[in-house]
């Protein structure tokens, strides 16, 4: 793949950008939902701007048909000749004014690549650095980001056993969301609870999106699902560890957070997620409609 010719710097903060590409392509569907505010600035801040927002095959289905992206693009960042698809697509298309490149917890190189082959006059996006790798978007303008490495994320399942338990014991319906890497994680849970639930497994993101918006309640770890569920308008309590809420807690009118005050997973109590979920249950504007 030949490399995009050098382009001067541009100022990003520019009203007249005529074509904006936003470039979000990597797996994790929490950090695209996270990136849904900036991506409605960009839209605000640029209205008469055409908005190209490219995704992951993979999390396509989270964001195709919203208003605040004028296209969609969709890639198949999970092997090569997607990745090289979107690259000739990019260094034969028309050359947009800016692109920006979302990062959160990891660095695509795939993705840097992308923003590179894009051609844009201006490109926007963290200091690679932060992660340790080189520049492959070629940037024309870097910021700074105190982020860290992704660690394990997982609430124990005998807590989860304790929560699902109380809300049982007042008349609640309870099932459980297993995720492909949460392997075992049911099983805890039911052996801690002494009872068998419903499971909700393998479901694509607007059948999950659905059950959301029709659920009365969602309790879960720091990823994906959560982010997915505030988004939808449920009511949703997030449980935090070494990742700071104020920084990751999803989007949403009816979002809670618990951490524990020494940041530490493990320390979050059942009851503190219940002091948390029990009030939305009873708010009005988070009631199921």
Request: glycine share 10%.
């Amino acid at each position: 793949m030949p490399a995009a010719e050098p382009t001067p710097p541009v100022d990003p903060t520019r009203s007249d950008f005529r074509t904006i590409h936003l470039f979000r392509p990597q797996n994790q569907l929490g950090d695209l939902l996270l990136n849904v505010p900036a991506i409605r600035s960009i839209r605000e801040r640029f209205p008469n701007a055409r908005v190209v927002l490219v995704v992951g095959r993979q999390n396509a289905a989270a964001v195709l048909g919203q208003r605040w992206a004028d296209e969609i693009r969709v890639v198949d960042t999970r092997n090569f000749f997607g990745v090289a698809g979107g690259g000739i697509h990019g260094l034969k298309g028309p050359r947009p004014d800016l692109a920006v490149y979302f990062t959160t917890v990891s660095y695509s190189r795939s993705a840097g690549m992308l923003v590179r082959w894009s051609r844009a006059r201006a490109r926007v996006g963290f200091d690679p650095a932060t992660y340790r790798e080189r520049d492959r978007a070629a940037l024309t303008r870097r910021v700074g980001y105190p982020g860290a490495g992704k660690h394990e994320n997982r609430w124990p399942a005998d807590r989860f056993a304790a929560v699902a338990r109380a809300l049982i014991g007042r008349g609640l319906s309870v099932w459980w969301l297993e995720g492909p890497q949460d392997g075992g994680t049911v099983e805890a849970a039911t052996q801690a609870l002494g009872m068998k639930l419903p499971v909700v497994r393998g479901e694509s993101i607007p059948m999950l999106a659905a059950r959301f918006a029709r659920a009365g309640l969602y309790i879960g770890n720091d990823t994906g699902p959560l982010h997915l569920a505030g988004a939808t308008g449920c009511a949703t309590v997030g449980i935090y560890g070494w990742t700071d809420p104020a920084e990751w807690r999803p989007v949403g009118r009816c979002v809670r957070s618990v951490r524990a005050a020494d940041g530490k997973l493990e320390s979050v109590e059942p009851r503190a997620l219940l002091d948390a979920a029990l009030p939305l249950l009873a708010e009005e504007r988070c009631a199921v409609g």
